[in-house]
C-alpha cells in the first residue's frame, strides 16, 4: 500500500458560479480543514491543481490557498499542471513528500474557473492540451478528436452511438442525487440518442449530451500518514495510486486500445491486491461518452469492442455490481479542469465514510478513481479502501 490516507474533504458545488478562482479555493480549504478538525499550522505543504491555459489571469495562483488562514504563510506551495489531469499530478506531487519524508500532513486544492469565458476560448484553451507540432493533430478541439475516436470505434467494432447515449442517460441520472452537480436534469434515451435542435451534433458523431459541462469549481483533499490517519475521526487509505503516461502525438499510438488507462488500472489492481471484481464503485473521466466506454474496457470491465455489456448486464448502474460516476461524472456533474481529479477523490472519500448522502452506496469498502489528461496521456488510477469511517 503507498500508507497514505485521506483524512479531510472540500467541494464546492459546480456550475456557473459568481465566485473568483480564489474565493472558490479559500472555501474548499476551509470546509475540508474544518471536515477534518485538522490546526491549519499542523499542514506542512500546499499543492494546487490548476489547468488556467490562458483561462484566468491568475498564472501564479499556489499561494492563494493562504488566503484560507494565515498560518499557512510560508509552508511550500506549489502548482501541479497536467491538462485534465492537474488535480491528481497535485495529489501524486503530496503522496510523494510524503513518501520522501518532506512532510507528514499536505493540503491539495484543485480549481478552475471557465464559465466566464466564451465557448470558443474555453475550447481554444483546452486544445492547448493536444499535439501543437503536427498540423493535422493542433487544428484538433477536443470534441473533434474524441469524435474521431468515436468514429473509429464505429469502424472497428461497430457503432457505439447508443452505448454513449444509455451513459448519458445513467450519468444524468445519477447527477440528480449530487447536490453539488452542474446540471440537475434527467434525459430520455431518445433525447439523448437523437440528432435535434436541442441535442446538435457538436463534433460528428458527438452529440451535445454525449459532451461534458464547461465548469467552475474547486474541491480540496487532506493527506496524511496512514499512521497519523487514525489521529482522525475518518481515514480513507490508498491502497494504489499508479500513474502511466503516453505518447502526445496521437500518430505514434492506437487511441481506441486506450493502452495508457489499462495500464494503468492494471498496476493499481496489482499494487492493491485487488481485481476489478473488488471494487464496489469508480469514479471515471467521462470527459465525452465515448471515454466512459473505453474506459470500461480499460479497466477489466468488458472486452475490446464489447464494452456496452457493461451497460447490458446493469453493471455500472446505480444499483449494479460496480456502479460507475455515482456522482454524475464529468458529464453531469461538471469538469472544472484543474478541479477534476480532486473531486473524484473528495468524493470518494465522502463514499467511502458514509458521507455520501444519497450518492451513497450502501456497504462501498473500495473504490477506484481514474482520471485522464489529454486524449488518453496522462493517466492516474487510485484504489482507495475505507480505514476508519
Known sequence: MENISIVGSGHTKFGRLDASLEQMIIDVVKEAVEESGIAP???????????????????????????AYPELRFKPAMRAENACASGSAAIHAGINAIQAGK???????????????????????????????????????FPQVFGIAAKGY???????????ARISVKNHGNAMQN???????????????????????????????DCSLVTDGAAAIILTTEENAENFPKAVRFRAAEHVSDFLPMSRRDFLSFEGPERAFNRAYEKAGVT???????????????????????????????????????TVYRDGTLPVNLSGGLKAKGHPVGATGVSMHAISFRQLTGQAGEMQKPGANIGAVFNMGGAAVANYVSILETQKA
Open 41 to 67: 499550522e499542523d499542514i506542512d505543504a500546499v499543492y494546487l491543481g490548476h489547468f488556467n491555459s490562458g483561462l484566468v489571469p491568475d498564472g501564479f495562483a499556489s499561494s492563494l490557498i493562504f488566503q
Open 103 to 141: 512532510a507528514k500532513t499536505v493540503l491539495i486544492v484543485g480549481a478552475e474557473k471557465m464559465t466566464h469565458r466564451s465557448t470558443a476560448d474555453v475550447t481554444t484553451s483546452l486544445a492547448g492540451a493536444g499535439y501543437q507540432n503536427d498540423p493535422q493533430e493542433s487544428g484538433l478541439s
Open 154 to 164: 464505429t469502424e472497428r467494432y461497430g457503432s457505439p452511438l447508443d452505448a454513449m
Open 179 to 209: 447536490p453539488l452537480a452542474q446540471m440537475q436534469k434527467e434525459f430520455t434515451f431518445e433525447e439523448a440518442s437523437q440528432v435535434t435542435n436541442k441535442n446538435p451534433e457538436i463534433a460528428p458523431p458527438l452529440r451535445l449530451t
Open 276 to 314: 476489478v471484481k473488488d471494487i464496489d464503485f469508480a469514479e471515471v473521466h467521462d470527459c465525452f461518452t465515448i471515454a466512459e466506454l473505453l474506459t470500461y474496457e480499460a479497466m477489466g470491465l468488458a472486452d475490446k469492442g464489447q464494452g456496452q455489456r457493461a451497460l447490458d448486464e446493469g
